[in-house]
């Protein structure tokens, strides 16, 4: 059984910086991509960013390019997301997930996950 824990949110000021973790266990977690996408009220979730399996590649949505940094530690069977100067409209839940079939790249699709954690709230004031 799969099981991705997110932790790391909460609420910061417009410019300041949170580091979320996303902890996975169930699976040998060095082979499986991994991503990041969020959902804001009314909104629908969207893609973040993903990281391949090596940890060699690694893709963002425009709006956070040079502004956040997906690693992964799979000595740590972990996935991290560095957020910084964070703006108000980076407010929302924000989820990881578990890439199927072993050995690929990042991918911006969400039908290519099939795990998914609980997902942790980021609340960016002004």
């Known amino acids: 059984q799969v099981q991705l824990v997110e932790s790391g949110g909460g609420l910061v000021q417009a410019g300041g910086s949170l580091r979320l973790s996303c902890v996975a266990s169930?699976?040998?977690?060095?082979?499986?991509?991994m991503g990041w996408f969020r959902q804001a009220p009314g909104q629908v979730r969207e893609f973040v960013a993903a990281i391949g399996w090596s940890g060699g590649n690694t893709a963002y949505t425009d709006s956070v390019k040079g502004r956040f940094t997906i690693s992964r530690d799979n000595a740590k069977n972990t996935v991290y997301l560095q957020m910084n100067s964070l703006k108000p409209e980076d407010t929302a839940v924000y989820y990881c997930a578990e890439r199927a079939g072993r050995y690929t790249g990042p991918s911006r699709n969400s039908d290519d996950y099939d795990y998914w954690g609980q997902g942790t709230q980021v609340t960016v004031s002004s």
């Open positions: 169930g699976r040998t977690f060095s082979v499986y991509a």
